[in-house]
């Protein structure tokens, strides 16, 4: 065998009952990058099946087209089990023979993870992350972990959170006008015992009752499965079965669900998972606010098999860009029927991100005014050995279903651009094409600074691959004699791309770029600090590909201190005081707050230290506000924008390095404390909706840090 020839088996199961044994893994010869072909040797074989699919893992590996189908699963009815059963690999010049013995691979009873088995789990983490980041990055994320609260925070904002008052919450129910039919479709295929036992009773504890239990099963070979299922259909008129006469897999099988469905809205629901008592309440409480949503989603955590909840996902509201980046919505997951069916249902082909393709597909039928989110932990997503919520590198067929859909929402709503796999498993990177490479005005007030400037600009001139630009020099009264021949120097390199324009006034950050911004040419307004060195060449193509869309506001950047921490990755309204930075020192490659930091997120606001926005909308808010001299006004100006119905966005690709304050120095005089204090009061005057509830974060998560961690309920901070 040639060592570029690679076979490797990641699973090997059989089940007794049925003489079925299940190989899975993936092959390829890693030179020429070509797939094998199988042969399953005949003897002692009823029949075989062998499926290839994409590897997304070992593409990223070994460098491979993310496309290329080298993952197999190899499906084989035995005559005895004792025997062996031989698999040949067929390379170019050689074969490879993999033989098993099939009762040497029986599926046994799950067991809870030993405490071993969990440190080796979490070692091999943060092997991982030691090798994507390094030394110095990971001992700063090890230092952030040991400050962010503990696994006890969250079981103590479980007990603060979820005390319910079981005779209210039925007396309110009885209460609504409305009150829907809520059908829950969930799929079933030989899930043990007690786990679907558990799931269809976490429906029955519901305190809201005007629910239907729609169940599919999927052909399951295990025959403990449909007595069961049977059993609480007779106990119970609200559940209904349907058995299907054939395995189709999970598309299928909920299909299968939806056509037994009669309820206004259905709700996903995996049969090892459960429902919080209080689900259906709370979304049929939402539906009596306002009749007219089509889709409402919760936040989510995980439960391991002993019943311990941990890993909350606690959710923004609705995000478009971030929704693009990964399936955030996810569960509890609750759609109104008839765009469900008008949509035609799952999709077969996009099994393992088929509720992905689905949101996609469903959230193109509504509008953002029909969506909503409720901030509770209403969906625990059950912890298993073969789950992927245990293990995502155990099923990258999932992911690569969710980069298929990503491009095909892509390509439904008519627009340029090409998805690629992000950083992390579940992660996705659209990268939109600028359809016209339209004047960019690129505007650093200074006043001085001449080491800052020349970094600054020099980058800019270096690294940027957007060629169509000006760079304006708002000078704010510089008396040094080299920054004029600095000035000669770039006007000579760039001749009437580069202006400078002198704005010699009493230091008003808002008002210095108001004025810089009146003699700009360019169709996009790139505002930037000084104090700021271009890390990716394509920054500024980035931000034109999302400036260009009439539905984008402002655009931010990926800012990083010196010593490659984050200092901005978005504005968290509210964070600290009136407004904060949300991922705050984490180091650089860090994927952050449920991959967040890796993908592109909508966010309220965002830093003018870098922050791209049209010029015509720029007028139209008639600039900054220059009652804010210093600080905010960059926030200030991105709520405006919001309100007029754009989204910001901040884009992970957008790289800068940030010296921050290393031109003006620090709030560290009374003057510009007392000036701090006013602008904070008009920021919590003018914006105090936002500053108790930022769409874009969520009211369970601390308002003290940008770690992301749980929020206090003791003191709300």
């Not at 390379?91 to 691979?105: A, G, L, M, V, Y």
């Not at 002993?306 to 971030?322: E, H, V, Y």
């Not at 600039?623 to 919001?642: M, Q, W």
């Amino acid at each position: 065998m040639a060592k570029n020839e690679q076979v490797c088996i990641d699973q090997c199961k059989f089940q007794l009952e049925t003489n079925q044994l299940e190989i899975r893994g993936w092959a390829l010869d890693l030179v020429t990058k070509d797939v094998p072909t199988i042969t399953v040797h005949s003897e002692n074989v009823t029949s075989d099946k062998i499926e290839w699919y994409p590897r997304s893992d070992v593409a990223a590996a070994h460098k491979t087209s993310a496309n290329l189908q080298m993952g197999f699963e190899v499906t084989i009815k035995v005559e005895n089990p004792d025997e062996k059963i031989s698999l040949d690999f067929h390379f170019s010049d050689h074969t490879q023979n993999e033989s098993f013995i099939p009762r040497e691979n029986i599926v046994k009873v799950s067991k809870q993870p030993s405490q071993i088995q969990n440190f080796y789990g979490k070692a091999r983490k943060g092997l991982g992350y030691l090798k994507r980041n390094g030394l110095k990055n990971t001992l700063r994320r090890i230092k952030l972990e040991q400050n962010k609260q503990s696994d006890e925070s969250y079981q103590q904002w479980i007990v603060e959170n979820e005390n319910w008052d079981a005779e209210a919450i039925k007396a309110e129910i009885a209460a609504f006008d409305y009150q829907p039919v809520i059908s829950i479709l969930m799929p079933v295929y030989n899930v043990e015992e007690k786990w679907l036992e558990k799931c269809i009773e976490s429906v029955q504890n519901q305190f809201y009752p005007n629910w239907e239990l729609c169940m599919a099963d999927d052909h399951s070979t295990d025959e403990s499965v449909r007595p069961l299922l049977e059993k609480y259909a007779a106990q119970d008129s609200r559940i209904k079965n349907v058995f299907r006469s054939e395995n189709g897999h999970i598309s299928k099988a909920t299909n299968s669900a939806l056509e037994i469905a009669t309820g206004e809205f259905v709700a996903l629901l995996d049969n090892d998972d459960e429902l919080a008592p209080i689900a259906l309440y709370e979304v049929a409480k939402r539906l009596n606010e306002n009749a007219n949503l089509d889709l409402i989603y919760s936040d989510e955590d995980k439960i391991d098999m002993t019943g311990k909840r941990f890993d909350p996902a606690f959710k923004p509201d609705w995000s478009p860009d971030l929704l693009l980046g990964t399936n955030y919505i996810s569960h509890l997951g609750v759609y109104r029927r008839s765009i469900m069916e008008k949509i035609g249902g799952f999709r077969v082909g996009y099994e393992g991100s088929q509720d992905y393709d689905l949101v996609l597909r469903f959230t193109e039928q509504t509008t953002a005014e029909r969506i909503a989110h409720i901030p509770q932990i209403l969906y625990y997503w059950r912890i298993l050995p073969s789950s992927t919520a245990a293990d995502q590198s155990t099923k990258s067929y999932a992911f690569d279903a969710g980069l298929k859909a990503v491009q095909d929402a892509i390509n439904r709503r008519g627009i340029e651009a090409t998805v690629q796999h992000a950083a992390g498993n579940g992660l996705y990177d659209v990268d939109y094409k600028v359809l016209s490479e339209d004047l960019v005005s690129v505007i650093i007030p200074t006043r001085n600074g001449y080491d800052d400037v020349k970094r600054c600009v020099d980058s800019i001139i270096e690294k940027t691959t957007y060629s169509n630009y000006e760079i304006i020099l708002a000078d704010n009264g510089s008396d040094q004699p080299e920054m004029q021949e600095l000035y000669a120097g770039y006007k000579k390199q760039l001749d009437d791309r580069f202006i400078v324009e002198s704005i010699d006034i009493p230091f008003n950050y808002s008002r210095i770029n108001n004025l810089a911004a009146k003699v700009a040419k360019g169709k996009y307004l790139l505002f930037l600090n000084n104090d700021t060195e271009v890390i990716t060449p394509e920054w500024m193509t980035k931000m034109v590909s999302f400036a260009q869309f009439k539905r984008i506001g402002c655009v931010g950047a990926k800012l990083y201190y010196p010593n490659n921490t984050i200092q901005h990755a978005g504005v968290i309204l509210g964070m600290g005081g009136a407004a904060g930075h949300g991922h705050h020192t984490f180091p650089r490659g860090d994927f952050g707050y449920f991959g967040k930091l890796e993908i592109n997120v909508d966010y309220l606001a965002v830093t003018a230290a870098c922050l791209m926005i049209r010029a015509k909308d720029f007028a139209e808010l008639k600039g900054f506000d220059e009652e804010l001299t210093v600080a905010f006004n960059d926030v200030d100006l991105c709520l405006r924008e919001y309100e007029k119905g754009h989204n910001n966005v901040w884009l992970h690709g957008v790289e800068l390095y940030h010296f921050e304050s290393q031109s003006r120095g620090y709030e560290n005089t009374p003057e510009k404390q007392a000036r701090f204090e006013k602008e904070t009061k008009y920021m919590e005057d003018t914006w105090t909706s936002y500053i108790e509830n930022d769409p874009y974060y969520n009211p369970n998560l601390t308002r003290s840090g940008g770690d992301f961690s749980v929020r206090k309920r003791k003191n709300l901070n």
